[in-house]
């Protein structure tokens, strides 16, 4: 069971590597004629990479800190809680 979540973890890193490149690359690299992307077009990605870095941060904290307490919230049975209280009558 590991290795198919190791499997799955890299497929998602991977997933939003490629999809950050992609915009990264398409929003910031017009010039196709220089071996080295222009100074300009650096300073683009490197502003790209770290703005969606920093969002991707935030969004996980929120998500740590608001997920569990919106899944399970206090006093209330979840939903397979519900389903074996309903099975016992």
Known sequence: MSQIQD?????EFLTVYNTLTERC?????????AHKPLVQEQDC???C???SMRVNR???LSFAELGP??????GQPTGTESVK???RF
Request: aromatic share 10%; proline share 0%; charged share 25%.
């Open 25 to 33: 690359f398409n929003n910031c690299i017009s010039d196709f004629n």
């Open 69 to 74: 307490k919106l899944l399970f919230k206090q």
């Open 49 to 51: 990479i770290d703005k």
């Open 7 to 11: 499997i799955s973890q890299l497929r």
């Open 85 to 87: 209280v309903n099975l």
């Open 45 to 47: 990605v490197n502003k």
């Open 58 to 60: 935030r969004l996980m």
